[in-house]
């Protein structure tokens, strides 16, 4: 991986209370192709590389999903230059996970897994992807605080970490006690509690997995009823919620939703927020409810209808063996 961690910036190896270069050989590097008619490819890209943590002795790994999801083909990278094909078995949308399952055994011991309530705010902490030490941070949990992603996707308590890791996609957040607490998704300027503009990364706590992992590992997807998906971006400024963009052929380009328009209500309801936007909306029923939407477009008001959908069916699925 490029953009190596400055040396005063990786953690001091002496005032650490376990082995960190055992750990990070836990860290490995995911190499993942996409075909070119995937739903996601115009996107995300067709190759995706970024890092990912071991977390059984089967050599099950945890990443973040967008690295691997309608992968063809997987290549997993270990510490000691080991390098094996490896299946995406399951996925989660809500929370961002993605686990890859190696075809071959690995060498690197699986991370235990951290309970985040005992991650406080201004802790420290290891923000470390494939490479070494070359590629660990030493950081600070700068908060615990909700995070809006404009694809419809809500983490209820995010952890961001500062300052910002250059190769963030899939990286191990580390304890000081040597567990796993989070996996790396974003690069960030907006952290709760910090200054505009200060740099940071948004880390997905690994209490989501817990719950799910034995569901995911089983059959490639979370049990529980899919939310409503409307397969729009959405914005915020201080005076409207715009429609930023849509995917073809999802629920919102087919009811004709349009970049640019201004949203005035959903079912009635008056969003503030995209937050408050995306939870009415999942809160009205499960994939498939119709959900009615008013716009601003060019100066006129537009009444749709979109017929939400199980995003899960527009997405290749994952393997099962």
Known sequence: MSSFIPTDLQPDISSLNFDLGERLKSIVSI????????FTAEILGTERLGHGAVISESGLIVTIGYIVTEAESIWI??????????????????????????????????FQLGNCDDLPEQASAILAGFGGAEQALKTKIASKSEFVGYWEYIVEEAIYTAPAHPNWGGAALIGEDGKLYGIGSLYTQEIP??????EGNMVVPIDLLKNILEE???????????????????AE????????????????????????DQIISVADTTPRTLGEMFRHIWSMGPAGTLIPIKVNRDGQEVNVEVES?????????????
């Open 77 to 110: 990278q270990t510490d000691d230059g080991q390098v094996v094909a490896g299946d995406l078995i399951g996925y989660d949308y809500e929370s961002g996970f993605g686990l890859v399952q190696p075809l071959g055994a690995l060498s690197a011991a699986p």
């Open 193 to 198: 509690g910090l200054a505009p503009g200060d």
């Open 309 to 321: 959908s199980d995003r899960r069916t527009h997405w290749r699925t994952p393997s099962l063996h």
């Open 237 to 260: 400024n201080e005076e409207n919620l715009i429609v930023a963009g849509v995917y073809d052929n999802a629920p919102a380009h087919r009811a004709d939703l349009r970049a640019g």
């Open 216 to 234: 995911l590992q089983q059959y490639g997807q979370t049990l529980k009823p899919a939310r409503p998906w409307l397969g729009m971006f959405a």
């Open 31 to 38: 190499k993942a192709k996409i075909p070119d008619d995937a």
